[in-house]
T-cell receptor, first 117, second 111 residues
Framework: EAGVTQFPSHSVIEKGQTVTLRCDPI?????LYWYRRVMGKEIKFLLH????????ESGMPNNRFLAERTGGTYSTLKVQPAELEDSGVYFC???????????????FGPGTRLTVT | GQSLEQPSEVTAVEGAIVQINCTYQ??????LSWYQQHDGGAPTFLSY????GLEETGRFSSFLSRSDSYGYLLLQELQMKDSASYFC????????????FGAGTRLAVHP
């Protein structure tokens, strides 16, 4: 079974540019999460999809961030326009249906390291 | 706000035992998870405590005290491959429950 994959692994962009990050969850996982870790700080929750629906986007920093999950499969996170403080590692995680009862166990991807210069 | 505190770094030698503490301030707390992340890798799930007490899984054990809002991860018979970052994460209630992570503890195991 393939794990969670993220693309690209690294991205370096200039302030004001646009970047789109992609996450492919484990096949069949209804739940998809985006997190961000700024150097040395906590892994901060950004948002949660259940299938194609945004269930909780309370962690999204501002309206420069747009997440989508068309068809309930892969997800994209677009940052437009990027600012310096957006730099960090963006993680995606997935988990099966909530009926599974193990919401505390999420399967993470390796992350995308975003550097905004 | 909701937060978890854990030491930033811990150093130990091979074969030793190390304990990584985690204190939390959250509302709607269900339980405490631990994740391991090797440099450049994906965080991977280690354990979860919903009830007070010690849960043992091989060389790793995890403890929770709800009354003290405190937990720890205990790593025994340390190996070089245990060098990694360890994150505690609280499962908290919401429409759908979610994980709130700490800032991670970087464990360095030396020969």
């Amino acid at each position: 079974e393939a794990g969670v994959t993220q693309f690209p692994s690294h991205s370096v962009i200039e302030k004001g540019q646009t970047v789109t990050l992609r996450c492919d969850p484990i096949s069949g996982h209804d739940n998809l999460y985006w997190y961000r870790r700024v150097m040395g700080k906590e892994i901060k929750f950004l948002l949660h999809f259940v299938k194609e629906s945004k269930q909780d986007e309370s962690g999204m920093p501002n309206n420069r961030f747009l997440a989508e999950r068309t068809g309930g499969t892969y997800s994209t996170l677009k940052v437009q326009p990027a600012e310096l403080e957006d730099s960090g590692v963006y993680f995606c995680a997935s988990s099966p249906s909530v009926v599974w009862g193990r919401e505390y166990e999420q399967y993470f991807g390796p992350g995308t390291r975003l550097t905004v210069t | 706000g909701q937060s978890l505190e854990q030491p930033s770094e811990v150093t130990a030698v091979e074969g030793a035992i190390v304990q990584i503490n985690c204190t939390y301030q959250t509302s709607g707390f269900y339980g405490l998870s631990w994740y391991q992340q090797h440099d450049g890798g994906a965080p991977t799930f280690l354990s979860y405590n919903a009830l007070d007490g010690l849960e043992e899984t091989g060389r790793f054990s995890s403890f929770l005290s709800r009354s003290d809002s405190y937990g720890y991860l205990l790593l025994q018979e340390l190996q070089m491959k245990d060098s990694a970052s360890y994150f505690c994460a609280a499962l908290v209630s919401g429409g759908y429950n979610k994980l709130i992570f700490g800032a991670g503890t970087r464990l360095a195991v030396h020969p």
